[in-house]
Protein backbone atom coordinates (compact mmCIF):
# COMPACT_ATOMS: atom_id res chain seq x y z
CA UNK A 1 0.00 0.00 0.00
CA UNK A 2 1.35 3.65 -1.08
CA UNK A 3 1.37 6.48 1.63
CA UNK A 4 2.16 9.97 1.64
CA UNK A 5 5.67 10.36 1.58
CA UNK A 6 4.76 13.52 4.05
CA UNK A 7 3.03 14.32 6.79
CA UNK A 8 0.76 17.74 7.42
CA UNK A 9 2.35 20.48 9.61
CA UNK A 10 -0.66 23.01 8.48
CA UNK A 11 -4.27 22.72 7.69
CA UNK A 12 -6.74 24.79 6.18
CA UNK A 13 -10.96 23.92 6.29
CA UNK A 14 -12.78 23.24 3.50
CA UNK A 15 -16.31 24.88 2.93
CA UNK A 16 -19.34 22.64 3.10
CA UNK A 17 -21.93 23.90 1.60
CA UNK A 18 -25.68 22.62 0.66
CA UNK A 19 -26.81 22.11 -2.86
CA UNK A 20 -29.59 24.98 -3.31
CA UNK A 21 -26.74 27.65 -2.18
CA UNK A 22 -24.22 25.92 -4.83
CA UNK A 23 -27.60 25.93 -7.63
CA UNK A 24 -27.89 29.36 -7.10
CA UNK A 25 -23.81 30.10 -6.85
CA UNK A 26 -23.28 28.28 -10.72
CA UNK A 27 -26.55 30.71 -11.87
CA UNK A 28 -25.33 33.60 -10.73
CA UNK A 29 -21.41 32.44 -12.57
CA UNK A 30 -23.39 32.35 -15.88
CA UNK A 31 -22.44 28.37 -15.44
CA UNK A 32 -18.91 29.57 -16.07
CA UNK A 33 -17.15 27.42 -13.28
CA UNK A 34 -13.96 30.01 -13.38
CA UNK A 35 -16.72 32.74 -11.68
CA UNK A 36 -17.37 30.44 -8.81
CA UNK A 37 -15.24 32.18 -5.79
CA UNK A 38 -13.22 29.14 -4.18
CA UNK A 39 -15.21 29.97 -1.11
CA UNK A 40 -18.19 28.11 -2.57
CA UNK A 41 -15.86 24.76 -3.17
CA UNK A 42 -15.81 22.02 -1.16
CA UNK A 43 -12.76 19.93 -3.37
CA UNK A 44 -11.00 21.97 -6.05
CA UNK A 45 -10.07 19.82 -8.93
CA UNK A 46 -10.07 22.64 -11.40
CA UNK A 47 -6.41 22.91 -12.21
CA UNK A 48 -3.23 21.54 -10.48
CA UNK A 49 -1.76 25.32 -11.37
CA UNK A 50 -0.06 26.55 -9.07
CA UNK A 51 -2.64 25.07 -6.40
CA UNK A 52 -0.30 22.29 -4.83
CA UNK A 53 1.26 22.35 -1.17
CA UNK A 54 4.50 23.84 -0.31
CA UNK A 55 6.71 22.00 1.67
CA UNK A 56 8.58 23.40 5.33
CA UNK A 57 11.91 23.08 3.33
CA UNK A 58 10.37 25.84 0.62
CA UNK A 59 8.60 28.32 3.13
CA UNK A 60 11.80 28.56 4.93
CA UNK A 61 14.23 29.07 2.43
CA UNK A 62 11.24 31.68 1.38
CA UNK A 63 12.24 33.66 4.66
CA UNK A 64 15.67 33.71 3.13
CA UNK A 65 14.71 35.37 0.24
CA UNK A 66 17.32 37.93 -1.19
CA UNK A 67 14.98 41.24 -2.65
CA UNK A 68 17.46 43.01 -4.20
CA UNK A 69 16.00 44.43 -7.34
CA UNK A 70 19.24 42.98 -9.67
CA UNK A 71 21.60 40.33 -8.84
CA UNK A 72 20.09 39.03 -6.04
CA UNK A 73 21.19 35.87 -4.48
CA UNK A 74 18.46 34.06 -5.19
CA UNK A 75 17.98 34.33 -9.05
CA UNK A 76 21.66 32.86 -8.77
CA UNK A 77 20.12 29.73 -6.48
CA UNK A 78 17.07 29.56 -9.18
CA UNK A 79 19.81 29.81 -12.05
CA UNK A 80 21.94 26.88 -10.94
CA UNK A 81 19.40 24.31 -10.57
CA UNK A 82 17.39 24.94 -13.72
CA UNK A 83 20.72 24.91 -15.09
CA UNK A 84 21.81 21.59 -13.48
CA UNK A 85 17.89 19.99 -14.64
CA UNK A 86 17.95 21.47 -17.99
CA UNK A 87 21.58 21.88 -18.89
CA UNK A 88 20.63 25.27 -21.01
CA UNK A 89 22.66 28.39 -20.97
CA UNK A 90 20.44 31.07 -20.78
CA UNK A 91 17.84 30.98 -17.94
CA UNK A 92 15.36 33.60 -17.92
CA UNK A 93 12.35 33.57 -15.36
CA UNK A 94 9.07 35.06 -16.11
CA UNK A 95 6.17 35.53 -13.37
CA UNK A 96 4.48 32.00 -14.75
CA UNK A 97 4.41 29.81 -17.96
CA UNK A 98 2.64 32.34 -20.35
CA UNK A 99 4.50 35.24 -20.39
CA UNK A 100 7.62 32.71 -21.05
CA UNK A 101 5.24 31.81 -24.36
CA UNK A 102 3.95 35.46 -24.77
CA UNK A 103 7.94 36.70 -24.96
CA UNK A 104 9.03 33.52 -27.28
CA UNK A 105 6.29 34.06 -29.32
CA UNK A 106 6.55 37.72 -30.14
CA UNK A 107 10.22 36.47 -31.23
CA UNK A 108 9.47 34.02 -33.29
CA UNK A 109 5.89 34.03 -34.18
CA UNK A 110 3.66 36.44 -36.30
CA UNK A 111 1.46 36.53 -39.35
CA UNK A 112 2.16 33.17 -41.62
CA UNK A 113 4.45 31.72 -39.13
CA UNK A 114 3.14 28.12 -38.32
CA UNK A 115 4.15 26.42 -35.21
CA UNK A 116 3.80 22.45 -34.66
CA UNK A 117 3.58 20.59 -31.62
CA UNK A 118 2.01 16.87 -30.38
CA UNK A 119 -0.56 19.45 -28.47
CA UNK A 120 -0.44 22.89 -27.91
CA UNK A 121 -2.09 23.61 -24.59
CA UNK A 122 -4.97 26.28 -24.32
CA UNK A 123 -2.21 29.19 -23.34
CA UNK A 124 0.36 28.27 -25.69
CA UNK A 125 -2.07 28.05 -28.68
CA UNK A 126 -3.43 31.63 -27.61
CA UNK A 127 -0.22 33.17 -27.15
CA UNK A 128 0.98 32.03 -31.00
CA UNK A 129 -2.07 33.00 -32.76
CA UNK A 130 -1.92 36.37 -31.04
CA UNK A 131 1.16 37.01 -32.98
CA UNK A 132 -0.82 35.83 -35.93
CA UNK A 133 0.91 32.44 -36.31
CA UNK A 134 -0.78 29.18 -36.46
CA UNK A 135 -0.59 26.30 -34.51
CA UNK A 136 -1.27 22.80 -35.16
CA UNK A 137 -1.28 19.97 -33.38
CA UNK A 138 -0.30 16.43 -34.36
CA UNK A 139 -1.23 14.08 -31.68
CA UNK A 140 -0.37 10.23 -32.37
CA UNK A 141 -3.54 8.31 -33.82
CA UNK A 142 -3.80 6.43 -31.14
CA UNK A 143 -4.14 9.43 -28.59
CA UNK A 144 -7.86 9.83 -29.88
CA UNK A 145 -8.83 6.53 -28.81
CA UNK A 146 -9.89 7.53 -25.03
CA UNK A 147 -10.11 4.00 -23.89
CA UNK A 148 -6.98 1.95 -25.70
CA UNK A 149 -4.06 1.73 -23.30
CA UNK A 150 -0.78 2.56 -24.54
CA UNK A 151 2.31 3.85 -22.54
CA UNK A 152 3.05 7.02 -24.52
CA UNK A 153 0.05 8.40 -25.95
CA UNK A 154 1.35 12.11 -25.55
CA UNK A 155 3.38 11.40 -28.38
CA UNK A 156 3.67 13.51 -31.73
CA UNK A 157 2.86 11.70 -34.58
CA UNK A 158 6.64 11.88 -36.63
CA UNK A 159 5.56 11.10 -39.89
CA UNK A 160 2.90 13.99 -39.99
CA UNK A 161 5.58 16.07 -38.27
CA UNK A 162 8.34 15.89 -41.46
CA UNK A 163 5.36 15.83 -44.43
CA UNK A 164 4.00 18.87 -42.36
CA UNK A 165 7.50 20.94 -43.00
CA UNK A 166 8.24 19.25 -46.32
CA UNK A 167 4.70 21.32 -47.09
CA UNK A 168 5.12 24.11 -45.97
CA UNK A 169 8.77 24.63 -46.12
CA UNK A 170 10.85 25.16 -42.98
CA UNK A 171 10.68 28.72 -43.76
CA UNK A 172 7.44 29.09 -42.57
CA UNK A 173 8.35 26.66 -39.23
CA UNK A 174 10.05 29.26 -36.80
CA UNK A 175 10.23 26.10 -34.19
CA UNK A 176 8.67 22.51 -33.31
CA UNK A 177 7.08 22.11 -29.92
CA UNK A 178 6.49 19.27 -27.66
CA UNK A 179 4.35 19.48 -24.92
CA UNK A 180 5.12 16.72 -21.76
CA UNK A 181 3.00 15.54 -20.18
CA UNK A 182 0.45 16.61 -23.32
CA UNK A 183 -1.91 17.63 -20.67
CA UNK A 184 -4.75 18.87 -23.47
CA UNK A 185 -4.31 15.57 -25.03
CA UNK A 186 -5.23 13.76 -21.33
CA UNK A 187 -1.63 14.42 -19.68
CA UNK A 188 -0.07 11.51 -21.43
CA UNK A 189 3.44 10.79 -21.61
CA UNK A 190 5.54 11.46 -24.41
CA UNK A 191 8.46 8.96 -24.77
CA UNK A 192 12.31 9.56 -24.59
CA UNK A 193 12.51 7.58 -28.27
CA UNK A 194 9.59 10.35 -29.97
CA UNK A 195 11.75 13.88 -28.06
CA UNK A 196 14.67 12.05 -29.67
CA UNK A 197 13.11 11.59 -33.10
CA UNK A 198 11.63 14.96 -32.78
CA UNK A 199 14.88 16.74 -32.28
CA UNK A 200 16.43 14.89 -35.56
CA UNK A 201 13.63 16.10 -37.55
CA UNK A 202 13.26 19.33 -36.42
CA UNK A 203 17.13 19.79 -36.48
CA UNK A 204 17.37 17.67 -40.21
CA UNK A 205 15.56 21.04 -41.53
CA UNK A 206 17.43 23.55 -39.00
CA UNK A 207 14.02 23.92 -36.82
CA UNK A 208 14.81 24.75 -33.09
CA UNK A 209 12.79 22.36 -30.93
CA UNK A 210 11.83 23.57 -27.53
CA UNK A 211 9.54 21.70 -25.19
CA UNK A 212 6.93 22.98 -22.99
CA UNK A 213 8.13 21.48 -20.53
CA UNK A 214 5.33 22.25 -17.42
CA UNK A 215 5.18 18.49 -16.05
CA UNK A 216 9.18 17.23 -16.92
CA UNK A 217 9.27 15.55 -13.78
CA UNK A 218 5.93 13.71 -14.20
CA UNK A 219 6.67 12.66 -18.10
CA UNK A 220 10.63 11.29 -16.89
CA UNK A 221 8.66 9.09 -14.23
CA UNK A 222 6.58 7.93 -16.91
CA UNK A 223 9.69 7.26 -18.78
CA UNK A 224 11.04 5.36 -15.87
CA UNK A 225 8.22 3.20 -15.72
CA UNK A 226 7.47 2.35 -19.48
CA UNK A 227 10.22 3.04 -21.50
CA UNK A 228 12.75 0.42 -21.79
CA UNK A 229 16.71 1.15 -20.90
CA UNK A 230 15.08 3.57 -18.35
CA UNK A 231 14.25 1.38 -15.21
CA UNK A 232 17.58 1.85 -13.19
CA UNK A 233 17.79 5.45 -14.13
CA UNK A 234 17.74 7.85 -11.96
CA UNK A 235 14.12 10.59 -12.07
CA UNK A 236 16.93 13.36 -12.60
CA UNK A 237 19.20 11.81 -15.25
CA UNK A 238 15.83 10.94 -17.20
CA UNK A 239 15.09 14.56 -17.30
CA UNK A 240 18.35 16.08 -18.30
CA UNK A 241 18.55 13.30 -21.25
CA UNK A 242 14.99 14.90 -22.42
CA UNK A 243 16.31 18.50 -22.71
CA UNK A 244 18.93 17.30 -23.70
CA UNK A 245 17.70 16.98 -27.20
CA UNK A 246 16.10 20.75 -27.12
CA UNK A 247 17.24 24.24 -27.76
CA UNK A 248 14.92 25.19 -25.29
CA UNK A 249 12.03 25.03 -23.01
CA UNK A 250 9.48 26.92 -21.60
CA UNK A 251 7.89 26.10 -18.14
CA UNK A 252 5.31 26.61 -15.87
CA UNK A 253 7.03 26.39 -12.64
CA UNK A 254 3.33 26.61 -11.32
CA UNK A 255 3.28 22.50 -12.01
CA UNK A 256 6.17 20.43 -11.89
CA UNK A 257 7.94 23.58 -9.68
CA UNK A 258 6.27 22.69 -6.62
CA UNK A 259 4.94 26.64 -6.66
CA UNK A 260 2.16 28.76 -6.26
CA UNK A 261 3.64 31.06 -8.94
CA UNK A 262 6.73 31.04 -11.71
CA UNK A 263 7.78 30.29 -14.92
CA UNK A 264 10.76 30.25 -17.20
CA UNK A 265 12.29 30.33 -20.32
CA UNK A 266 15.39 28.35 -20.76
CA UNK A 267 17.40 27.76 -23.64
CA UNK A 268 21.06 27.66 -25.87
CA UNK A 269 20.06 29.82 -28.27
CA UNK A 270 22.15 33.30 -27.74
CA UNK A 271 20.24 35.39 -30.42
CA UNK A 272 16.60 34.50 -28.92
CA UNK A 273 17.80 34.97 -25.05
CA UNK A 274 19.37 38.33 -25.66
CA UNK A 275 15.81 39.25 -27.41
CA UNK A 276 13.80 37.29 -24.72
CA UNK A 277 15.85 39.39 -22.46
CA UNK A 278 14.76 42.90 -23.94
CA UNK A 279 11.26 41.91 -23.82
CA UNK A 280 11.25 40.65 -20.56
CA UNK A 281 12.45 44.17 -18.94
CA UNK A 282 10.01 46.03 -20.91
CA UNK A 283 7.09 43.88 -19.79
CA UNK A 284 8.36 41.44 -16.86
CA UNK A 285 10.92 42.81 -14.95
CA UNK A 286 14.80 42.84 -14.73
CA UNK A 287 16.19 39.37 -15.86
CA UNK A 288 17.30 38.40 -12.28
CA UNK A 289 13.24 37.96 -11.14
CA UNK A 290 11.47 38.30 -13.97
CA UNK A 291 8.28 39.60 -12.40
CA UNK A 292 8.83 37.32 -9.53
CA UNK A 293 9.26 38.23 -6.01
CA UNK A 294 12.78 37.03 -5.09
CA UNK A 295 11.31 34.68 -2.67
CA UNK A 296 9.30 32.79 -5.02
CA UNK A 297 12.71 31.89 -6.61
CA UNK A 298 14.02 30.42 -3.43
CA UNK A 299 10.82 27.99 -3.52
CA UNK A 300 11.20 26.52 -7.00
CA UNK A 301 14.62 26.64 -6.65
CA UNK A 302 13.90 24.10 -3.77
CA UNK A 303 10.70 22.67 -5.66
CA UNK A 304 12.12 21.85 -8.77
CA UNK A 305 13.92 19.82 -6.74
CA UNK A 306 11.58 17.81 -4.90
CA UNK A 307 9.48 17.38 -7.65
CA UNK A 308 12.15 15.08 -9.29
CA UNK A 309 11.93 12.69 -5.46
CA UNK A 310 10.78 9.44 -7.12
CA UNK A 311 9.06 8.54 -3.47
CA UNK A 312 6.95 12.18 -4.39
CA UNK A 313 6.55 11.05 -7.97
CA UNK A 314 5.54 7.73 -7.09
CA UNK A 315 2.98 8.72 -4.10
CA UNK A 316 1.56 11.52 -6.85
CA UNK A 317 1.01 9.27 -9.95
CA UNK A 318 -0.22 6.37 -8.05
CA UNK A 319 -2.67 9.03 -6.83
CA UNK A 320 -3.78 10.26 -9.65
CA UNK A 321 -3.88 6.50 -10.91
CA UNK A 322 -6.48 5.53 -7.04
CA UNK A 323 -8.84 7.92 -8.46
CA UNK A 324 -9.13 6.96 -12.15
CA UNK A 325 -9.87 3.38 -10.79
CA UNK A 326 -12.04 4.39 -8.21
CA UNK A 327 -14.20 6.02 -10.80
CA UNK A 328 -13.71 3.27 -13.58
CA UNK A 329 -15.00 0.77 -10.16
CA UNK A 330 -18.70 2.98 -10.29
CA UNK A 331 -18.77 2.61 -14.55
CA UNK A 332 -17.70 6.10 -15.43
CA UNK A 333 -15.86 6.57 -18.81
CA UNK A 334 -12.49 7.81 -18.22
CA UNK A 335 -9.52 8.30 -20.52
CA UNK A 336 -7.22 5.23 -20.36
CA UNK A 337 -4.28 4.91 -18.89
CA UNK A 338 -4.58 7.93 -16.68
CA UNK A 339 -1.84 10.41 -16.98
CA UNK A 340 0.28 12.19 -14.32
CA UNK A 341 -1.84 14.71 -13.17
CA UNK A 342 -5.63 14.74 -13.92
CA UNK A 343 -8.14 11.90 -14.91
CA UNK A 344 -10.43 12.99 -17.76
CA UNK A 345 -13.56 11.95 -17.70
CA UNK A 346 -14.70 10.69 -21.47
CA UNK A 347 -18.12 13.34 -21.67
CA UNK A 348 -18.81 11.32 -25.65
CA UNK A 349 -19.17 8.60 -23.65
CA UNK A 350 -20.73 10.03 -20.48
CA UNK A 351 -23.76 12.23 -22.05
CA UNK A 352 -23.56 10.43 -25.69
CA UNK A 353 -27.16 12.42 -25.70
CA UNK A 354 -25.27 15.94 -25.88
CA UNK A 355 -23.69 17.18 -29.52
CA UNK A 356 -20.60 18.52 -29.06
CA UNK A 357 -21.78 22.30 -30.10
CA UNK A 358 -23.76 21.56 -27.06
CA UNK A 359 -20.67 21.39 -24.51
CA UNK A 360 -21.17 18.03 -23.26
CA UNK A 361 -18.35 18.45 -20.58
CA UNK A 362 -19.47 21.74 -19.26
CA UNK A 363 -22.91 20.39 -18.83
CA UNK A 364 -21.02 17.35 -17.05
CA UNK A 365 -18.84 19.77 -14.64
CA UNK A 366 -21.52 21.97 -13.92
CA UNK A 367 -23.28 19.15 -12.39
CA UNK A 368 -20.87 17.41 -10.58
CA UNK A 369 -20.64 20.98 -8.71
CA UNK A 370 -23.96 21.38 -7.88
CA UNK A 371 -23.89 17.54 -6.83
CA UNK A 372 -21.28 18.04 -4.28
CA UNK A 373 -19.52 21.43 -4.61
CA UNK A 374 -16.33 19.54 -6.34
CA UNK A 375 -15.04 21.67 -9.51
CA UNK A 376 -13.11 20.29 -12.32
CA UNK A 377 -12.63 22.01 -15.67
CA UNK A 378 -14.24 21.34 -19.31
CA UNK A 379 -11.44 20.29 -22.14
CA UNK A 380 -13.52 20.26 -25.09
CA UNK A 381 -15.41 22.08 -27.39
CA UNK A 382 -15.93 24.57 -25.25
CA UNK A 383 -12.17 25.16 -24.58
CA UNK A 384 -11.18 24.05 -27.80
CA UNK A 385 -14.43 24.32 -30.70
CA UNK A 386 -14.57 27.33 -32.75
CA UNK A 387 -17.11 29.08 -34.88
CA UNK A 388 -15.58 28.90 -39.05
CA UNK A 389 -16.49 31.83 -40.86
CA UNK A 390 -19.02 30.17 -42.79
CA UNK A 391 -20.84 29.46 -39.71
CA UNK A 392 -20.75 25.98 -39.16
CA UNK A 393 -19.23 24.63 -35.96
CA UNK A 394 -15.57 22.75 -35.53
CA UNK A 395 -15.37 20.56 -32.46
CA UNK A 396 -12.55 19.84 -30.12
CA UNK A 397 -11.11 16.07 -31.05
CA UNK A 398 -11.96 15.38 -27.13
CA UNK A 399 -14.66 16.13 -25.23
CA UNK A 400 -13.30 15.35 -21.85
CA UNK A 401 -14.04 16.92 -18.39
CA UNK A 402 -10.46 17.02 -16.75
CA UNK A 403 -10.04 16.30 -12.56
CA UNK A 404 -7.12 18.19 -12.18
CA UNK A 405 -5.01 16.83 -8.42
CA UNK A 406 -3.39 19.33 -6.83
CA UNK A 407 0.39 18.60 -5.53
CA UNK A 408 0.22 16.98 -1.70
CA UNK A 409 -3.21 19.09 -1.53
CA UNK A 410 -6.14 16.39 -0.95
CA UNK A 411 -6.13 13.05 0.73
CA UNK A 412 -7.40 9.47 -0.69
CA UNK A 413 -10.29 10.47 1.15
CA UNK A 414 -10.82 13.38 -0.34
CA UNK A 415 -11.01 11.37 -3.88
CA UNK A 416 -13.37 8.88 -2.51
CA UNK A 417 -15.65 11.08 -1.89
CA UNK A 418 -15.17 12.77 -5.50
CA UNK A 419 -15.65 9.69 -7.05
CA UNK A 420 -19.13 9.14 -5.03
CA UNK A 421 -20.36 12.15 -6.31
CA UNK A 422 -19.72 11.47 -10.27
CA UNK A 423 -21.11 8.37 -9.83
CA UNK A 424 -24.58 10.10 -8.27
CA UNK A 425 -24.09 12.51 -11.57
CA UNK A 426 -23.25 9.61 -13.95
CA UNK A 427 -26.33 7.74 -12.06
CA UNK A 428 -28.77 10.70 -13.63
CA UNK A 429 -27.10 11.46 -16.22
CA UNK A 430 -30.20 10.93 -19.16
CA UNK A 431 -30.98 14.34 -17.87
CA UNK A 432 -28.53 16.60 -18.20
CA UNK A 433 -29.07 19.19 -20.79
CA UNK A 434 -26.40 20.64 -23.28
CA UNK A 435 -25.50 24.51 -23.00
CA UNK A 436 -25.10 27.48 -25.26
CA UNK A 437 -22.61 30.24 -25.05
CA UNK A 438 -24.70 33.76 -24.24
CA UNK A 439 -21.10 35.63 -24.61
CA UNK A 440 -17.88 35.32 -25.70
CA UNK A 441 -14.45 36.53 -25.75
CA UNK A 442 -12.08 36.09 -28.90
CA UNK A 443 -9.54 34.32 -26.90
CA UNK A 444 -9.56 31.86 -24.32
CA UNK A 445 -13.21 32.33 -23.90
CA UNK A 446 -13.66 29.19 -21.74
CA UNK A 447 -12.44 31.60 -19.30
CA UNK A 448 -15.15 33.98 -19.22
CA UNK A 449 -17.78 32.80 -21.46
CA UNK A 450 -21.01 32.67 -20.12
CA UNK A 451 -23.38 29.77 -20.57
CA UNK A 452 -27.11 28.77 -20.44
CA UNK A 453 -29.10 25.19 -20.69
CA UNK A 454 -30.87 24.78 -23.84
CA UNK A 455 -34.54 24.17 -22.43
C1 LIG B 1 -0.09 25.59 -17.30
C2 LIG B 1 0.48 25.36 -18.63
C3 LIG B 1 0.95 26.42 -19.41
C4 LIG B 1 0.77 27.87 -19.03
O1 LIG B 1 1.33 28.19 -17.82
P1 LIG B 1 0.72 29.27 -16.80
O2 LIG B 1 1.68 29.23 -15.68
O3 LIG B 1 -0.65 28.82 -16.43
O4 LIG B 1 0.69 30.59 -17.49
C5 LIG B 1 1.55 26.11 -20.61
N1 LIG B 1 1.65 24.84 -21.05
C6 LIG B 1 1.19 23.80 -20.33
C7 LIG B 1 1.34 22.41 -20.84
C8 LIG B 1 0.58 24.02 -19.10
O5 LIG B 1 0.10 22.98 -18.41
Same mark, same amino acid.
Given at each position: ???????????????????????????????? *????????????????????????????????????????????????????????????????????? +??????????????????????? +????????????????????????????????????????????????????????????????????????????????????????????????????????????????????? @???????????????????????????????????????????????????? +??????????? @??? *???????????????????????????? *???????????????????????????????????????????????????????????????????????? +??????????????????????????????????????????? *?????
Amino acid at each position: MEFEPFRIKVVEPIPITQREYRVEKLREAHYN *LFFLRSDDITIDLLTDSGTGAMSSKQWSAMFDGDEAYAGSRSYYKFEEVVRNITGFKHIIPTHQGRAAE +RILFSILGGKGKLIPSNTHFDTT +RANIEYTGATAFDFPSPIALKTDEIADFKGNIDLDKLESFINTHTKEKIPLVMLTVTNNSGGGQPVSMENIRKTSEISHKYGIPFFIDCCRFAENAYFIKQREQGYESKSIIEIAKE @MFSYADGCLMSAKKDGLSNTGGFIATNLDQIAEQARVILIVTEGFITYGGLA +RRDLEALAVGL @MEA *LDESYLSYRIEQVKFLGNELQKRGIPIL *LPTGGHAVYIDASKFTPHIPSHQFPGQAIACEIYIEGGVRTVEIGSLMFGKRKESGSFQPSNFELVRLAIPR +RVYTNNHLLYVADVIDRVYKHRQNLKGMKITYEAPYLRHFTAH *LEYIS
